[in-house]
């Protein structure tokens, strides 16, 4: 049977460094789960700028750091297939700020809700047996982007919604194409809840977290 695994990172190192989840870490657990295919959070587009040129960094810190230091290094050294999965148009992608269309007092305001919403994500670091991959994380991201969902439903259902729909449908699409192959979902934590909601339901052996 098909597995595929779930690793949530976070993005910034400074915040790896704070919460206790290296690249040394992910390179661990990369490497213990032993993917034949990584399905990453990068867009198609970046993926082929880096196999042009492997200095080209993307843009708007599009891929993540750990692609560049961790997870593309690492896949050539192992011989492991990367697929991209990210979705995202740059040119509409600003129109859809939640924040906008609210004056510049309630957009201060909800900006700082929004702070507060991190810092209780941050706030679950020790829980579960890898920071950021546990049911109470999951549980306040999901109220989270609840919350976002009450502030723009549109903003909402572009960038978080629809986005998720198109990533785990590349993911869906990557297994039924390898049959039997070990894949590793790579992506952001906040994704991990409805990555995980959608995979469960399918015919595959689903781990997550991956301890």
Request: aromatic share 14%; glycine share 4%; hydrophobic share 35%.
């Amino acid at each position: 049977m098909t597995t595929v695994g779930i690793l949530g990172t976070i993005h910034n190192e400074q915040l790896r460094d704070r919460y206790n989840c290296t690249l040394a870490l992910y390179r661990e657990l990369i490497t213990a789960f032993n993917p034949d295919i990584i399905c990453g959070e990068v867009h198609p587009h970046s993926w082929l700028k880096y196999l042009k040129d492997r200095n080209d960094k993307g843009y708007w810190g599009e891929p993540a750091s750990e692609y560049w230091e961790l997870i593309f290094p690492l896949c050539e050294e192992r011989g492991i297939d990367f697929v991209p999965i990210d979705w995202f148009e740059l040119d509409v992608w600003n129109n859809f700020d939640p924040f906008n269309g609210y004056s510049e007092e309630k957009r201060r305001e909800l900006e700082q809700m929004d702070d507060d919403w991190f810092m209780r994500q941050m706030n679950t670091h020790v829980k579960g047996k890898i920071p950021f991959n546990s049911t109470e994380f999951d549980e306040i991201t999901r109220m989270k982007y609840e919350w976002l969902y009450q502030i723009n439903p549109k903003a909402q259902n572009m960038r978080w919604t629809i986005r998720n729909q198109i990533m785990i449908q590349r993911v869906k699409n990557t297994y039924e194409q390898h049959p039997g192959a070990r894949i590793l979902c790579i992506v952001g934590a906040d994704h991990n809840y409805i990555f995980q909601e959608e995979l469960c339901q399918e015919p595959i052996n689903l781990l997550y977290p991956l301890r």
